[in-house]
């Protein structure tokens, strides 16, 4: 099972260019998350999906954007890069917000994007 | 002040060692504590969870939580070079996963 794939693994990227970081999952899973990953300031959240046609904004929303058409692909879009949104970029999934079940977080590889 | 705190280390410590990893918090509703690990280039992967306080042991591993102090640590006993990775701790008031609030990690270096 390949769970959460994530696409590019690393990119370098023009400031003011767009660009879409790709994941898919093959869990079933209903909720998804984009986070990124900073030193010193471990993973913050950009944006999430509790299940297929509906998102949200975490901690770090500006300058991306997602959609959620399916169960399992999540892509995270960034309209014009900024330098400081050069990070590593993980993807993850968990089977539901259902309270009284432990909701695991299934993380990506991740993808490395530096923008200059 | 941060809302999870945890010492970035690096720490490295001799093989067969215990470790102690630690992280603290200000929110008193968190309720969830889990510790991640994360090996070098990967995404991170859960190692252990805890609801509310007390104690929980899964092999070498003993996660304890201290709701009075917000205080949360994860021991290993006999560490070996493969737990050489970044420990990250989170916690959240609830089961949603948008809650979730990671600490910054911890770099541990088991050193044969």
């Known amino acids: 099972t390949a769970g959460i794939t994530q696409a590019p693994t690393s990119q370098i990227l023009a400031a003011g260019r767009s660009m879409t970081l790709r994941c898919t999952q093959d869990m079933r899973h209903n909720a998804m998350y984009w986070y990124r990953q900073d030193l010193g300031l471990g993973l913050r959240l950009i944006h999430y999906?509790?299940?297929?046609?509906?998102?949200g904004k975490g901690e770090v929303p500006d300058g991306y954007s997602v959609s959620r058409a399916n169960t399992d692909d999540f892509p995270l879009t960034l309209a014009s890069a900024v330098p400081s949104q050069t990070s590593v970029y993980f993807c993850?999934?968990?089977?539901?917000?259902?309270?009284?079940?432990?909701?695991?977080?299934?993380f990506g590889p991740g993808t490395r994007l530096t923008v200059l | 002040q941060k809302e999870v705190e945890q010492d970035p280390g690096p720490l490295s410590v001799p093989e067969g060692a215990i470790v102690s990893l630690n992280c603290t918090y200000s929110?008193?509703?968190?309720?969830?504590f889990m510790w991640y690990r994360q090996y070098s280039r990967k995404g991170p992967e859960l190692l252990m969870y805890t609801y509310s306080s007390g104690n929980k042991e899964d092999g070498r591993f003993t996660a304890q939580v201290d709701k009075s102090s917000k205080y949360i640590s994860l021991f290993i006993r006999d560490s070996q070079p493969s737990d050489s990775a970044t420990y990250l701790c989170?916690?959240?008031?609830?089961?949603?996963?948008?809650?979730?609030?990671f600490g910054p990690g911890t770099r541990l270096s088991v050193l044969p």
């Open positions: 993850a999934s968990s089977v539901s917000t259902g309270i009284g079940s432990y909701n695991e977080q299934f």
């Open positions: 929110n008193s509703a968190f309720q969830y």
């Open positions: 989170a916690m959240s008031r609830d089961n949603y996963g948008q809650n979730f609030v």
């Open positions: 999906s509790n299940t297929a046609g509906t998102t």
